[in-house]
């Protein structure tokens, strides 16, 4: 027997001895919690489907708000606890982040009275909104927002961003961890776009299979100290209201729903994610949050998902109260409990959640034995967490926190994730000798390189925990020295009330600056926002940030456009007027640190849009739009504006360096079956610096039953190349990766001619 024969027989044995033990495992699980489930009154079981936040438990004036530092209010964590059998908190409390030590301090008091005080001694799960690092522990490692990451094409930040958050989520004493998030990004206006990983189904899937990898391990490891349980969001077509407001009507057909919507839920699923939150919004007129044919029919039975489905915050009482199905919070909690909800995120009167549950069984309105159904999916998440054997971790078990590595990583992320969208003449990089004006309102504030959900809910308390990284300015004195660098805001936000505005701030002192200096860096952008907040009116970059633009480059000198947003705002009216473009997103802490490595040239830019920039509000139309969507003005006939014109593409991002696309090759042109078609590509290096490139292959159905799409991305990945280096890179097709959805849900893959795309090479391919 040759050496390789052994070594396969040997991982077939190991894998055999790992699916047994995970086989016996898994049954002891399902034992135990049937046990459990037995000696459990009704109202327990009831307490275990409650979700309260935090602050219901702390010392305050009331339930909503607690005092400052939080104290445990041991009297009502008694009554939630033991009198009412509350299974899960979640969230901070006031939107601040706490030390590790407070937060192991508070977890682990909650887990004292709940596993000796009440009859059962069954633990608490408690969970975070941990959604780019762990955002409300204090001096924990902050990454990118996941549409940063998104637009590094390379999932491997994906993994290290959720290895991370996993390990200092536990260190925090958190074992459960609402993220990540698997919209789709296809409508820009939308306020939680920087949330996920973009507008393209097969990325998001990507992205989110190796995070899934990165906080979980391999499925069913999640009792390790280091591993959470994920929370995939927002099941399902939350991101595409019609109004593209938070929280609004969706109307999504069926086969769109499927094709474009459901593909990440199921690779996540596949993944073995431990609990899906449901849509706090309305598709085709039925609240998600009472929809049995969604909870139920699709995600338990058809993709045959065996874990917690929580509600969104207060979304099962909005039935009644916003979206008027429910004449009450009893009829509210009958109709999500019974479309399939487990764990209700009250999350503040757990009380009558409590009380209505218990009396819609008692009346028969809703089956006991839907309910054990909810507290066994329950109960067996709270096992495999080990939360029995070790329900509260410590910070001092966990020498890593916040450690060099994890910090390198998060720069790396933000690093490749900048998308460089312009570059006349080759002005970037620029001279580290320059003299420059760095103005703008996102300068100079570490919330707006942050973004949404960041130290806090609103983030406004961003800069009392993260004095010590840079914003743009530091990062750009750090890089070329004080003495080359001038700073003047020109237009800053302010707040007024809720909302923040930009306002004039030394306009005209910006101005004149700029007159002195050999180039101006421009940082424009969105203050940080989250959730409904974040919903606008006007998808253009406002009037004072694009006044400034046109009254700098007045000045007559070359102006460099930072973008610091968390979806694309548009900018046609100043664009070509900069001299450069650069996209970067909500990058974090380390966003200022890699920017200026990258306007100074220590950094050669490799990200990719993961979205498509539109150049009007009036025109978001993703890259995988219908042929009819690219109707041209016809010379000398009528003059209509209905052209596909964005400002920049979908996967499009420049580079110091040049790559040259050749000798596009394809092993069979037919396709048969279930067999496979391998793709070749050579790429090289023609430029003078090293660089990475994003290697993407699309296809495009040439002729379908049903209108098909222009084009579909299928494959990428991520090469480096130095000078005249040359890589072939290869990508596998299938029959799969060429069907659509017909209208009655069904996938198809009709018989017909491929277009396959890399570059500016095309082939076609046949299936038969």
Known sequence: MNKARIIRLMVLVCWVVLFSCSVKYNDTIDQKVENLLEE?????????????????????????????????????????IVAYHVGSILNTTNNYALSPDKWNEIIGFIQQVAMEESRL???????????????????????PQQITLAATFNPVHAYNMARVAAYETRASGIPWNFSPVLDLGADPRFSRQFEGFGEDPYLIGMMGEQMMLGYEGITDSI?????????????????????????????????????????????AIAAGTESVMINSGIINGVSSHASYELITKILKEELGFEGVVVSDWMDIINLHTRDKIAIDNKE???????????????PYEYEQFCKDLIALVKEGEVKESRVDDAVRRILKMKMKLGLWENPVTKIEDYPEFASEKSSQEAYDAAAEAITLLKNENQILPLSKSASVLV????????????????????????????????????????EIGEVNVQYVPGVSYVETGNYYEDKEDRF???????????????????????????????L??????????????????????????????????????????????????????????????????????????????NSLVTYYHKSAEEQKRAEGAYIYESDYNPQYEF??????????????????????????????????????????????????????????????????????????????????????????????????????????KTGSLKQVIKYE
Request: hydrophobic content about 35%.
């Open 121 to 143: 001694k069954i633990p608490v799960v408690y969970g975070i909104d941990a959604i780019h690092g762990v955002t409300y522990t204090d001096g924990a490692t902050i990454f």
């Open 508 to 538: 005209e002192e910006a101005i004149r600056q700029a007159k002195k200096v050999d180039v101006v860096i421009l940082c424009l952008g969105e203050n940080s926002y989250s959730e409904k907040p974040g919903d606008l009116n006007d």
């Open 540 to 617: 253009t970059l406002s009037r004072n940030q694009l006044n400034l633009a046109k009254e700098i480059t007045k000045a007559g000198k070359p102006v460099i456009l930072v973008l610091n947003e968390g979806r694309p705002r548009c900018i046609r009216e100043i664009e070509p007027s900069m001299a450069a473009v650069v996209q970067i997103y909500f990058p974090g802490n380390y966003g200022g640190d890699a920017l200026a490595d990258i306007l100074f040239g220590d950094v050669n830019p490799s990200g990719k849009l993961p979205y498509t920039y539109p150049s009007y509000p």
């Open 332 to 346: 509210a909690v009958k109709l999500a409990v019974n479309a399939g909800i487990d764990m209700s995120m009250i």
């Open 223 to 267: 009792s390790s100290p280091y591993k959470v349980a994920t929370c995939v969001k927002h099941f399902l077509g939350y991101s595409v209201p019609a109004s593209g407001k938070d929280r609004t009507p969706a109307y999504i057909p069926e086969n769109m729903l499927r094709e474009y919507h459901l593909e990440p839920f199921k690779k």
């Open 439 to 478: 103005t703008g309102p996102n300068a100079n504030s570490m919330r707006v390189l942050n973004g949404g959900w960041s130290y806090s809910w609103r983030v406004e308390k961003t800069d009392r925990y993260a004095q010590q990284y840079n914003t743009i300015l530091e990062a750009i004195q750090h």
């Open 651 to 756: 996967g499009y991002g420049l580079s110091y360096t040049n790559f040259e696309y050749s000798n596009l090759r394809i092993s069979s042109k037919t396709i048969t079956g279930n067999k496979t078609v391998e793709i070749f590509v050579d790429i090289t290096n023609s430029g003078s610096r090293s660089g990475k490139e994003v290697v993407i292959l699309y296809t495009s159905d040439l002729y379908a039953s049903i209108t098909p799409d222009v084009k579909r991305l299928r494959r990428f990945t991520k090469i480096e190349l130095d000078p005249g280096q040359k890589k072939t890179v290869k990508f596998e097709l299938n029959a799969r990766d060429l069907a659509f959805v017909t209208p009655d849900g069904k996938w198809l893959t009709e018989p017909g001619d491929f277009e396959i």
């Open 40 to 80: 459990m009154t009704l109202e327990e079981k009831v307490g275990q489907m409650a979700q309260i936040t935090l602050d219901v438990i702390g010392k305050g004036d009331d339930r909503y708000n607690s005092y400052e530092p939080f104290l445990i209010d041991t009297a009502m964590l008694r009554k939630a």
